[in-house]
């Protein structure tokens, strides 16, 4: 199981970042899939995941209405727009799966890629 996580990197304030990440060694589309990150000195918290079809997404208040979570099974990758970035939005990024979706908890996310560092400077 792999994942790949990219896309990340320096951005001011109000600007916009796309993350991809790409996934193989599994079935993708059996699987739920989120973007968590890690800011600096502070532990890993939920952003946003999305069910095995993409018909379904929940987002973190912290970033609701400005990130948006997506899939392409057809090409096992999944995406995190994020749109309106904020300093605090600076943190490692993780892309996880997950054969049950509906726990934003980390321990139920059982693969996770290498992360990708977002740096938002004010």
């Known amino acids: 199981v792999q994942l790949q996580a990219s896309g990340g990197g320096w951005v001011q304030a109000g600007g916009s970042l796309r993350l991809s990440c790409v996934t193989s060694?599994?079935?993708?589309?059996?699987?739920?899939v989120g973007w968590f990150r890690q800011p600096p000195g502070k532990e890993r918290e939920f952003v946003a995941d999305?069910?095995?079809?993409?018909?379904?997404?929940y987002y973190a208040d912290s970033v609701k209405g400005r990130f948006t979570i997506s899939r392409d099974n057809a090409k096992n990758t999944m995406y995190l727009q994020m749109n309106s970035l904020k300093p605090e939005d600076t943190a490692v990024y993780y892309c996880?799966?997950?054969?049950?979706?509906?726990?934003?908890?980390?321990?139920?996310?059982?693969?996770w890629g290498q992360g990708t560092l977002v740096t938002v400077s004010s």
């Open positions: 996880a799966a997950t054969p049950s979706y509906g726990s934003r908890r980390l321990r139920d996310f059982g693969s």
């Open positions: 060694g599994f079935t993708f589309d059996e699987y739920a």
């Open positions: 999305i069910s095995w079809s993409g018909s379904v997404t």
